[in-house]
Every structure is written in structure tokens, then in C-alpha cells.
């Protein structure tokens, strides 16, 4: 079964915007993970947060955990046509394997 | 995708028939993963490998098999491939050493008519 859900599926926008996309999950996690795949491509690891942060930057991303909601967010400041693609959210528990979410399909129209 | 290579990128099969994917990877990464990805699922945990001969089942692991002889060769195997076995196929490594990402392959895209 998934661990994480991606809110919202699908996500149109114009360049120069911010985009947002949730994850949910449903157990205690040992680190959350976001990872982007572009159109028949493989996944590319973007960030990682550890369940003991709150919040970490990465260029443009910006990552939110909250482990009392069970949930995350992954921000992309400025988004450009470049960042369309579909991300996903995936946790890892202690002792356990990566388990993905279903996915957010982002589109940025230039 | 540097340092993992996927084999077939296509492959096209009838029902029935044994397939066997291979992943080869070049970062010396001690954990290889299968997945396999289709629509409404995302990806899913087929099986994956801690080792050089040590292999476990993921979430969905029935009607396949893995074999790890080397370090850097994981094969996935479908023993009688059916129709619900036709997605995309990806292959991951770890090196374990402390939390960090994956680094996925190109995928291989299968499918069983």
C-alpha cells in the first residue's frame, strides 16, 4: 500500500509562480524524501529532510515536515518551464525500504 | 542516471514467456531495488537486495524473482510473464551508508501480449 499521497495530482501554472505540493502519510517516518521525474525519464533525488527538522532550502525548493500532521510540503519558488515534470514525495522508515507516493504532475506554461 | 545502466530499454514479450531485466550499476552502492511504476500507484517495491546474494520481497514480489551474483549486477526475472506484469521497471541504488537519495535508472519499459 502507499505510504504517501501527493495533493494535488495534477497542478497547471505559469512561469515566474510558486508551486506547492502536499504529501500525507501514514506512519512514523525515520526521513521524507521528494523526488522529481521528467517524461520517460528515471527519478532524481531532490531533497531530504530528516523527522527531527522542520523545514530545509535547496536553491529554488523549499521542504516543510510536519510529523504531527503526518504530512509535507515541497515548495518551488520562480518555477520555469524546466520544472515541469512529475514529483513525488517518499518516505523512509527505520527499517524499512523507500515507500513512494502516487505523484504530483506539475506543468509550468512559459 | 550516471553509474546505473538498465537492459532492455524496450522489450516487448508474450504471455507466458520468462523475462529477465538486468541492472548494472557502477557507484559500488551496497542496496539495489526493483520497482515497477504504472498509473494511480506510483511505485511500487518488487524486491531489493542488501547484498551480494541477499535478497528480500517487497510489496509486490509475486510471479517475479531477483538474483545478485555480483556487486554491481541485480536481474530481475518474471518467471511466466503475464499481462499485468506490462509497466515500466526501474532499478535504484543506495549506498546505506547514512539517509540519503536514491539513484534511479532509466527505467525499462515492458510489455506482455
Known amino acids: 500500500s502507499q505510504q504517501g499521497e501527493e495533493d494535488p495530482q495534477a497542478l497547471s501554472i505559469q512561469e515566474g509562480e510558486n508551486a506547492t505540493m502536499n504529501c500525507s502519510y501514514k506512519?512514523?517516518?525515520?526521513?521524507l524524501q521528494w523526488y522529481r521525474q521528467n517524461s520517460g525519464r528515471g527519478l532524481v533525488h531532490l531533497i531530504l529532510i530528516r523527522s527531527n527538522e522542520r523545514e530545509k532550502h535547496s536553491g529554488r525548493l523549499r521542504v516543510t515536515l510536519d510529523t504531527s500532521k503526518k504530512s509535507s510540503s515541497l515548495l518551488i519558488t520562480a518555477s520555469r518551464a524546466a520544472d515541469t515534470a512529475s514529483y513525488f514525495c517518499?518516505?523512509?522508515?527505520?527499517?524499512?525500504?523507500?515507500?513512494f507516493g502516487t505523484g504530483t504532475r506539475l506543468q509550468v506554461f512559459p | 542516471d550516471a553509474g546505473i545502466t538498465q537492459s532492455p530499454r524496450h522489450k516487448v514479450t508474450e504471455t507466458g514467456t520468462p523475462v529477465t531485466l538486468r541492472c548494472h550499476q557502477t557507484e559500488n552502492h551496497r542496496y539495489m531495488y526493483w520497482y515497477r511504476q504504472d498509473p494511480g500507484h506510483g511505485l511500487r517495491l518488487i524486491h531489493y537486495s542488501y547484498g551480494v546474494k541477499d535478497t528480500d520481497k517487497g510489496e509486490v514480489s509475486d510471479g517475479y524473482s531477483v538474483s545478485r551474483s555480483k556487486t554491481e549486477d541485480f536481474l530481475l526475472t518474471l518467471e511466466s510473464a503475464t499481462s499485468s506484469q506490462t509497466s515500466v521497471y526501474f532499478c535504484?541504488?543506495?549506498?546505506?551508508?547514512?539517509?540519503?537519495?536514491?539513484?534511479f535508472g532509466s527505467g525499462t519499459r515492458l510489455t506482455v501480449v
Open positions: 535504484a541504488t543506495n549506498d546505506g551508508t547514512e539517509p540519503r537519495g536514491y539513484t
Open positions: 517518499a518516505t523512509d522508515r527505520v527499517g524499512d525500504k523507500l515507500i
Open positions: 506512519t512514523s517516518i525515520n526521513n
